[in-house]
């Protein structure tokens, strides 16, 4: 089984930034696109970046131009750089591979306020 540990998150003000971490385990963390997804309360969890083993990302409108997933395939750990945050990108972050084997961490919380 994947386990996945998220840390980084933390309280930040409006314009500020964050790097997000994902440590996964085993060995064949490089063979899945991996994906970040952020879940704010009473709102449905969404899927805001990934990246595939190649290194190719995709983002949430939402987040495009703001946020960089990256990976490090040597480390078993994946990146979400976030900047230029906005107080509607406040919600627990969590990693997870593509297709989900993964068991979900407890995510890191994210909170952008002033």
């Known amino acids: 089984q994947v386990q996945l540990v998220e840390s980084g998150g933390g309280l930040v003000q409006p314009g500020g930034s964050l790097r997000l971490s994902c440590a996964a385990s085993g060995s064949i963390f490089s063979i899945y696109a991996m994906g970040w997804y952020r879940q704010a309360p009473g709102k449905q969890r969404e899927l805001v970046a990934a990246?595939?083993?190649?290194?190719?990302?995709n983002y949430a409108d939402s987040v495009k131009g703001r946020f960089t997933i990256s990976r490090d395939n040597a480390k078993n750990t994946v990146y979400l750089q976030m900047n230029k945050l906005k107080p509607e990108d406040t919600a627990i972050y969590y990693c997870q591979t593509m297709p989900v084997v993964g068991s979900w961490g407890q995510g890191t919380q994210v909170t952008v306020s002033s």
């Open positions: 990246i595939t083993g190649g290194g190719i990302t």
